[in-house]
């Protein structure tokens, strides 16, 4: 008999949707959070005021930087500022602005995977900051980074803010600092945002939102999957459900079957019987703190220059060296 193909089984989110809903226990990557409306959602996390991470790290970048951008300019009269994940740029604006005062030659190049957040950031520049030079580029970060040739004997300081870090497993951590550590020459610098231990109820508070952004947010996985591969969740059928472990500094997000349900995937071909209060899990956010930073930088070839911290010791921004 001819092998009947899949075909949404060739593109990546079909693949791992398939992977992540036949494996035991259930998981979708929370990479997948992030289409229009999802982009959309998170700007209105940002925006809560249980959400301290965007704040704690703006305030952070406000405070410091005229340190921040002496650090990045001390000896070298040319920089480059590649922003891996830049969204709306709002933090890195504050770095742009104190570095437009400095006279130094620089560029920024905010890598990104989705073009319709780059166009708009480009817009948004060229109307706050019409000078800087912007070059924006469309693609995965460490591919993207690859292509990047410096002109002469610049600088590079790859922006990596917003604590999405802490959406890798550790193991992930690590090799991904070690793909940016094996991207750097010498003088180039990391600036890293990360998201610190803390009273374990502010955190829970941060992902469980009393008016259900976050809860929506986590949902939109299944709405995803409902459009994009035919899938028919009933979204009303699943509960928001976030732990925060104070030992490990991990926050995780479920979704949790309130009933014995069977889902259809059609595009995947894939029926999905969720026994009730099964779960999916689909985001974690780790915590740290200067140990478990000092480590995974270690692990990676890298060491932490200076640390920068809010008042409140919520957030912190490291530089990494090599
Ligand atoms: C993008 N990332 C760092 C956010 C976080 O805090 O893990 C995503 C998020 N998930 C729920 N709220 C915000």
Redesign the pocket.
């Known amino acids: 008999m001819e092998q009947q193909t899949i075909t949404k089984l060739d593109t990546k989110f079909g693949k791992d949707v398939y992977n992540g809903l036949t494996a035991i226990p259930k998981h979708l990557s929370?990479k997948y959070?992030y289409d229009h409306n999802g982009d959309k959602i998170?700007q209105q996390?940002?925006a809560m005021p249980e959400?301290y991470?965007t704040n704690s790290e703006y305030n952070i970048l406000d405070l410091n930087k005229a340190h921040i951008t002496e650090l990045f300019t001390k000896n070298t009269n040319r920089i480059n500022l590649l922003e891996l994940?830049a969204g709306d740029g709002i933090k890195t604006k504050i770095l742009l602005e104190q570095l437009s005062g400095t006279g130094i030659d620089f560029k920024y190049i905010p890598i990104d995977i989705s073009q319709n957040a780059l166009d708009q950031l480009e817009t948004s520049l060229s109307m706050e900051f019409p000078t800087i030079n912007v070059e924006t580029k469309q693609g995965t970060y460490i591919e993207t980074l690859k292509t990047i040739r410096k002109e002469g004997n610049s600088r590079n300081i790859i922006l990596f803010l917003?604590?999405?870090?802490?959406?890798l497993l550790h193991d992930q951590a690590l090799q991904f600092l070690s793909e940016l550590e094996n991207s750097m020459d010498v003088d180039d610098m990391i600036l890293l945002g990360c998201?610190q231990k803390k009273n374990p109820q502010t955190i829970l508070d941060?992902?469980n939102d009393p008016a259900g952004i976050?809860e929506t947010?986590?949902k939109n996985i299944l709405k995803r999957i409902n459009s994009e591969l035919q899938g028919n969740f009933d979204l009303d059928k699943f509960l928001h459900w976030e732990t925060y472990d104070p030992q490990t500094g991990t926050?995780k997000?479920y979704l949790v079957s309130k009933e014995a349900q069977e889902v259809h995937i059609k595009s995947i071909e894939l029926v999905v019987n969720f026994e009730a209060w099964e779960t999916i899990h689909t985001?974690?956010?780790q915590k740290y703190d200067d140990r478990e930073i000092t480590n995974l930088a270690r692990g990676a070839g890298l060491k932490i220059s200076n640390a920068f911290a809010d008042s409140n010791k919520y957030f912190k921004n490291y530089i990494l060296v090599k």
């Not at 917003?162 to 959406?167: F, K, Q």
């Open positions: 929370s959070f998170f996390i940002m959400y991470l994940g917003g604590s999405n870090i802490g959406n998201d941060a992902y976050t947010f986590n926050a997000s985001e974690i956010s």
